[in-house]
C-alpha cells in the first residue's frame, strides 16, 4: 500500500521491515489519527492545581491532557511546573531507572549529548535530583540557548549546559556514569507531527544520518567509564539508524547486556541487536509519537573515577563573605549551597557536586549552569528571575503576593500589574496557585518586572 504523502521507498522500507500489515496499520496511524497531548510534570516544585491526565505508563510524571491547553499562557507551564513532552521520550527516564536497578547512586555524573531543547534533560535532572549532576550538552549555540532557558525554569539547580562539538568530551574521557545520546535522526516518527519531516525523508538522508549517528555515539562512549550505562535513542523507525547503529556499536567497543523490565500491555515492540536490548513505540501500538531505545553497559576495567586534565581557565571567582550573607538571606536555608561568580553574575551549585560541576565548566563551554541567583550593586543584592523558579528560593526573604490568572498572564508579558496596592514598596515574590513565578519591585503607584525581556510572551 502507498499513501501519496509519504515517500513510496518509506513505506517500502516499513513494509520490509515490519512485513505488509503492521506496515499499513502504521502508514495509517501516521497519516490519520491524532496527536496526543502529553506533559511531563515536575517533581521538585510543588504540585497544585496541575493538568490532570491519565498517567503515562512507563513515566510517573508523564500525564496524557484530553486537549491541547494554550500551554505559553499557562503560569504554570512558564514556571516550569511541567514540560510539554510526547510520551514515547519518557520511555529513556525508564531505562535508566532500570538500568540503575532503581538506586540513583550519590555522586552519579550523566551527560546528555544532544540535549536540546530539554526534554530528555529535564527528566534525566528530575531522576538525578540532589544526588547528582546532569550535563546538557547541544552542538547548535541557538538551540543551546533555548535549552538553557528551559533547564533555569525547571530549577532543580543540578544541570550545566553546554555548547561543545561531541568530540570536546574527550577531555573528560572516562568519566560520566551515563552517557545519553537521543541522535539526530531522518525522523520518520514525527511524520504526523511535521510535514518538514515528511518532506525530508530519502534514503540518502537515512544513510547520512546513520553515519553521523555513529560518529556522535563514538564520541559519547569515550565519555563513559567502564561499566557506566549507554542509552541510544532516535525518533525514527528504520534499521539503519536504530538496530544496525547499535550492532554496530556492539562490534566496535566491549558492550554488554542490560536487563530491562518491560510490561507486554504497554505495547511497545522489543528487538535485539548484538547484546542492545532495543525498544519500538510505534504510533499504531503506543500512544505517543514515533521512538526507538536501545541501551547497553560499557565493559572493561574501571580505572575509578578519572580526573580530567588541568582546567584550561576557570570562569569562577570568590564570593567573599560579605556578599554570601547578603545573597544568602534570599537562598532557602535548607539548601546547601556553594556560591561562585561568573563575570557579574553569583551562581548556586549544590555543594556536594561543586567540584564535579567546576571540572565541567573548566573543561567545557557551558553557558548554564547550577542556579544564576542574581547580582550585587555594592551592597545591594538584585535577585534574578532563575533564582525566583529555582527549588532553592526563599520564601521569607520578601513579601509575597498571590496572583490572580489575569495578573500573572500580565506578568508574563511583562505588564504593568493590576494589583500593584497589594504589593509592599521594594521586592515581591510574585505566585500564582501558591507557587513562585517571578519577581518585582514595586516603586510607587509603578511596577519594575525583574523576569528578563527575552523570556516575556507575546499571546493575549
Ligand atoms: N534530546 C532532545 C530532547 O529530548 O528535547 C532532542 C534532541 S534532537 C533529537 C537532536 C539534537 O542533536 C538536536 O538538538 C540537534 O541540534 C543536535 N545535533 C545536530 N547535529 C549534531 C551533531 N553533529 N552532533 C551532536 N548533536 C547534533
Redesign the pocket.
Known amino acids: 500500500m502507498v499513501d501519496s504523502a509519504l515517500h513510496s521507498d518509506f513505506v517500502a522500507q516499513l513494509s520490509a521491515e515490519l512485513g505488509d500489515h503492521q506496515a499499513a496499520l502504521l502508514v495509517d496511524a501516521l497519516m490519520n489519527s491524532p496527536q496526543p497531548t502529553s506533559v511531563r510534570l515536575n517533581p521538585h516544585k510543588a504540585i497544585g492545581t496541575m493538568p490532570e491526565g491519565k498517567q503515562v505508563a512507563w513515566c510517573e510524571w508523564g500525564r496524557y491532557l484530553p486537549e491541547r491547553p494554550r500551554f505559553t499562557v499557562d503560569p504554570h507551564f512558564q514556571a516550569g511546573r511541567y514540560y510539554v513532552?510526547e510520551a514515547a521520550?519518557m520511555f529513556v527516564g525508564h531505562l535508566l531507572t532500570e538500568a540503575l536497578e532503581g538506586d540513583i547512586p550519590q555522586g552519579i555524573r550523566v551527560l546528555?549529548?544532544?540535549?536540546?531543547?530539554?526534554?530528555?534533560?529535564t527528566?534525566y535532572s528530575s531522576i538525578v535530583g540532589s544526588k547528582g549532576v546532569v550535563v546538557a550538552?547541544?552542538?547548535?549555540r541557538t538551540?543551546a540557548s533555548i535549552?538553557a532557558d528551559n533547564v533555569m525554569r525547571w530549577g532543580v539547580g543540578n544541570t550545566v549546559v553546554t555548547s561543545n562539538?561531541?568530540s570536546h568530551f574527550g577531555s573528560l574521557e572516562g568519566w560520566f556514569d551515563v552517557v545519553?545520546v537521543?541522535?539526530?535522526?531522518s525522523g520518520e516518527g514525527m511524520f504526523r507531527k511535521s510535514e518538514e519531516a515528511r518532506e525530508e525523508w530519502s534514503p540518502d538522508n537515512v544513510r547520512l544520518c546513520a553515519a553521523?549517528q555513529r560518529?556522535?555515539m563514538a564520541d559519547a562512549w569515550r565519555a563513559l567509564r567502564p561499566g557506566g550505562v549507554f542509552i541510544y535513542?532516535?525518533?525514527t523507525f528504520n534499521r539503519t539508524e536504530n538496530e544496525d547503529n547499535m550492532a554496530w556499536l556492539a562490534e566496535e567497543f566491549e558492550c554488554e547486556h542490560i536487563d530491562i523490565e518491560c510490561p507486554e500491555e504497554w505495547g511497545i515492540v522489543r528487538t535485539v541487536a548484538d547484546v542492545a536490548e532495543c525498544f519500538h513505540f510505534y504510533p499504531h501500538r503506543t500512544t505517543g509519537e514515533g521512538l526507538f531505545a536501545a541501551v547497553v553497559r560499557k565493559g572493561g576495567e574501571s580505572r575509578g573515577n578519572s580526573r580530567p586534565p588541568k582546567a584550561r581557565k576557570s570562569p569562577f571567582g570568590v564570593v567573599d563573605k560579605q556578599s554570601a550573607a547578603a545573597v544568602g538571606k534570599y537562598i532557602d536555608k535548607q539548601a546547601q549551597v556553594y556560591l561562585a561568580t561568573i563575570g557579574e553574575n553569583i551562581y548556586a551549585y549544590p555543594q556536594a557536586h561543586w567540584d564535579d560541576i567546576r571540572v565541567v565548566c573548566e573543561q567545557m563551554s557551558a553557558i548554564y549552569s547550577g542556579v544564576r541567583v542574581g547580582q550585587l550593586f555594592g551592597k545591594k543584592f538584585k535577585p534574578d528571575h532563575a533564582l525566583s523558579l529555582s527549588t532553592i528560593v526563599s520564601t521569607s526573604a520578601t513579601p509575597m503576593v498571590e496572583l490572580s490568572l489575569e495578573d500573572a498572564i500580565r506578568y508574563l508579558r511583562r505588564e504593568e500589574l493590576g494589583c500593584v496596592g497589594e504589593l509592599t514598596d521594594g521586592l515581591n515574590l510574585l505566585l500564582f496557585e501558591g507557587a513562585p513565578i517571578g519577581y518585582t519591585k514595586r516603586i510607587g503607584p509603578r511596577t519594575n518586572s525583574l523576569m528578563p525581556k527575552e523570556l516575556r510572551i507575546f499571546q493575549q
Open positions: 513532552q521520550s546528555d549529548m544532544c540535549a536540546a531543547p530539554g526534554g530528555k534533560t527528566l550538552n547541544e552542538v547548535i538551540r535549552l562539538d561531541p545519553a537521543d541522535a539526530p535522526c553521523r560518529r556522535i535513542s532516535t525518533c
